[in-house]
């Protein structure tokens, strides 16, 4: 009797990044809802890719509806058979392509839509919400909720321990937020562009020691898509494939007494292992996109990623190399510091990524390497919580 061939028994499928789109920057107060951000970043990012909406058998959303993503599917008019709603802060996006990336290569979906929309600015000014001074006090964080440690705090405590145990100072710590300015400053949808010097960092109101208001990143509303499909699509595709070449999850702790070491985030395994999946280096990226909702964050990713040693991050942030034309340059379009941060930005990161490897990025920002050609591969690694969870992708052209 015939054994029906079962589509895990098949190679593997090459997956790639068909479509990425940003919604308007900062609408009027009141203009658009998170549904219709999403909406729109959808439509575009379809737009971009060339692929039409019927084509999508997958969906990825988190943060938004009583039953996410079944009430963005909905929205969108999408009737999707594979799905995924994980939620694990900022590195979201990131570990949903790769959830989404390992079911187009296993055939259990051809197209996956990413996409995302938040108006936390807006709610803000309108009363509809209060700023987020933690996650809440349920489950083992109701331990920690009594003695008021907000969420800017714990990233201020591992920050002070990263300062104390290597020598940290804070005007490398400063220096981070400079350089994202000075990248902001040439991408028109930034939310602030005009430069920052250390000492403005330095000088500013302290949130929480050692943060000044500089060294925190930017609150807006904003949203985001990302398309990912099967090679068989790629021949239909209106714009240049940018491919998943590896990627790599983790999770630490949710109570800061539970987490080993404050200078060590999950992104020191999260990164090699996405590194070891795509056959590179950290000294072969050419762009990298890295969570900065502090200055800190991006310190220590880059030391975790294996971008230098660990205690090493504050000499290697100085001397502009973060900058567009620096030795890495790091959150080219500003990143949540001085661009844009409507709350889970891992997607955003994944948008630039891709626009810089597709030479998309316009005059003025996009980056290139020493013999004037466009970058060919770069990371995306997002951080959720306070450095609980880790997800780094890398990407790359051909």
């Not at 039409?52 to 963005?72: E, F, I, N, Y």
């Not at 996650?135 to 990263?162: D, N, S």
């Not at 290597?166 to 937020?177: D, H, I, K, S, W």
């Not at 240049?240 to 007494?257: C, D, F, K, N, Y």
Request: proline share 6%.
């Amino acid at each position: 009797m015939p054994v029906a061939t079962s589509p895990q028994h098949t190679a593997a499928r090459r997956v790639a990044v068909a479509g990425v789109a940003l919604c308007d920057p900062e609408a009027p107060e009141g203009a658009a809802t998170p549904y219709a951000l999403h909406a729109q970043a959808a439509r575009r990012a379809l737009a971009d890719a060339g692929i039409d909406r019927s084509r999508v058998d997958g969906l990825a959303s988190a943060g938004l509806g009583t039953l996410a993503p079944v009430d963005v599917a909905e929205y969108l008019g999408l009737r999707p058979t594979w799905v995924d709603s994980t939620s694990v802060g900022g590195a979201t996006w990131e570990v949903m392509a790769a959830h989404a990336a390992d079911a187009i290569a296993q055939r259990r979906a051809d197209a996956v839509l990413l996409v995302y929309g938040a108006t936390p600015r807006a709610d803000l000014k309108a009363g509809r919400r209060t700023a987020d001074l933690s996650f809440g006090a349920r489950g083992p964080l109701q331990f920690e909720a009594p003695y008021g440690h907000t969420l800017v705090a714990k990233y201020a405590m591992a920050a002070r321990r990263h300062m104390h145990e290597y020598g940290t100072t804070l005007e490398q710590l400063a220096e981070v937020a400079v350089q994202a300015r000075a990248n902001a400053a040439a991408n028109p949808e930034a939310l602030h562009r005009e430069p920052v010097t250390v000492a403005d960092v330095l000088s500013g109101p302290v949130i929480a020691d050692p943060f000044t208001k500089l060294h925190c990143c930017v609150r807006t509303d904003g949203g985001c898509a990302v398309l990912l499909v099967a090679e068989d699509l790629v021949p239909d595709l209106a714009a240049e494939p940018v491919w998943v070449l590896g990627s790599g999850t983790a999770v630490s702790h949710t109570t800061m007494s539970g987490w080993a070491d404050f200078t060590v985030s999950p992104a020191a395994v999260s990164g090699p292992a996405a590194f070891a999946r795509a056959g590179v280096t950290p000294q072969d990226i050419d762009v990298a996109q890295i969570y900065d909702a502090f200055t800190y964050m991006t310190l220590v990713t880059l030391e975790d990623l294996g971008f230098c040693a660990k205690g090493e991050g504050g000499a290697f942030v100085e001397g502009g190399r973060l900058l567009r034309e620096g030795a890495l340059p790091v959150n080219t379009d500003g990143g949540g510091l001085s661009a844009c941060h409507p709350g889970m930005r891992g997607l955003f990161l994944l948008v630039e990524a891709v626009r810089q490897l597709r030479g998309e990025a316009g005059a003025g920002r996009q980056v290139r390497r020493r013999d004037g050609t466009l970058p060919q591969l770069a990371v995306a690694s997002g951080t959720g919580g306070w450095f609980c969870s880790s997800a780094t992708v890398v990407l790359g052209r051909g």
